[in-house]
């Protein structure tokens, strides 16, 4: 599974990606806002970071206006994913983005029915929201297993990148569920190393070592 991190602090991406272990970055408009700054600037500083796709989200809500923006966002680096909402238009322009050859992310999933749709369209991968589902008393894990199945069934390409993720259970969840990617904010992914008992045995470990004198 890959490990996508859910964020536009450009401090929080150099912190993960020290450790090698990181595939690539989503960002969405709220995320974006929250940083205060240009969104090109902070699109070509994440690309030079992370060497991996790097979601960028239209704020278009007209599929001819998406496409445009699409395009302009996609030439800004060859990493970039553009990301279109699931509505009817989002839909038409992943559609013609698609057939450009650029790659989209489809997001705001929240049904397998809106994920078949996305798959049809070309989408490179599909952001079904399970903390948000979560939120509301639905199963967002159960439609993970649901679009993994459905997409298997009919070999869609379309990767599924499990999104709004809220706890580290959520990521354990998402690769037994078979999800090609989990996109999770940085304390998730900071907290995905921690294990007490990790912690108790370096310290006898050392403890021991040092004890005995040992060089
Ligand atoms: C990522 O692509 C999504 O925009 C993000 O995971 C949404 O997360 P949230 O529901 O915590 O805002």
């Given at each position: 599974?890959?490990?996508?991190?859910?964020?536009?602090?450009?401090?929080?991406?150099?912190?993960?990606?020290?450790?090698?272990?990181?595939?690539?970055?989503?960002?969405?408009?709220?995320?974006?806002?929250?940083?205060?700054?240009?969104?090109?600037?902070?699109?070509?500083?994440?690309?030079?970071?992370?060497?991996?796709?790097?979601?960028?989200?239209?704020?278009?809500?007209?599929?001819?206006?998406?496409?445009?923006?699409?395009?302009?966002?996609?030439?800004?680096?060859?990493?970039?994913?553009?990301?279109?909402?699931?509505?009817?238009?989002?839909?038409?322009?992943?559609?013609?983005?698609?057939?450009?050859?650029?790659?989209?992310?489809?997001?705001?999933?929240?049904?397998?029915?809106?994920?078949?749709?996305?798959?049809?369209?070309?989408?490179?991968?599909?952001?079904?929201f399970?903390g948000r589902?979560?939120?509301?008393?639905?199963?967002?894990?159960?439609?993970?297993?649901?679009?993994?199945?459905?997409?298997?069934?009919?070999?869609?390409?379309?990767?599924?990148?499990?999104a709004s993720?809220?706890?580290?259970?959520?990521?354990?969840?998402?690769?037994?569920?078979?999800?090609?990617?989990?996109?999770?904010?940085?304390?998730?992914?900071?907290?995905?190393?921690?294990?007490?008992?990790?912690?108790?045995?370096?310290?006898?470990?050392?403890?021991?070592?040092?004890?005995?004198?040992?060089?």
């Amino acid at each position: 599974m890959k490990f996508f991190l859910d964020t536009a602090n450009v401090k929080e991406i150099y912190e993960a990606a020290s450790f090698g272990v990181l595939d690539g970055v989503t960002t969405n408009p709220s995320l974006v806002a929250k940083e205060g700054r240009s969104f090109k600037e902070m699109l070509q500083e994440i690309c030079k970071i992370v060497d991996g796709p790097i979601s960028a989200e239209v704020v278009s809500v007209e599929a001819d206006a998406m496409v445009k923006e699409g395009r302009e966002l996609a030439n800004i680096h060859k990493n970039i994913v553009v990301k279109c909402p699931l509505i009817p238009e989002g839909i038409k322009a992943t559609s013609k983005l698609a057939a450009e050859g650029i790659r989209v992310n489809v997001t705001l999933c929240f049904s397998p029915t809106q994920a078949l749709l996305a798959a049809k369209a070309g989408a490179w991968c599909i952001s079904p929201f399970i903390g948000r589902l979560d939120d509301v008393s639905s199963d967002g894990m159960a439609l993970i297993r649901q679009i993994v199945t459905i997409y298997k069934n009919y070999d869609y390409k379309t990767l599924v990148l499990v999104a709004s993720v809220r706890h580290p259970q959520h990521v354990v969840e998402s690769a037994l569920a078979g999800g090609h990617i989990c996109t999770m904010p940085y304390n998730i992914f900071q907290s995905l190393f921690k294990h007490p008992l990790t912690d108790v045995g370096l310290k006898k470990f050392l403890d021991d070592w040092k004890a005995k004198g040992q060089q």
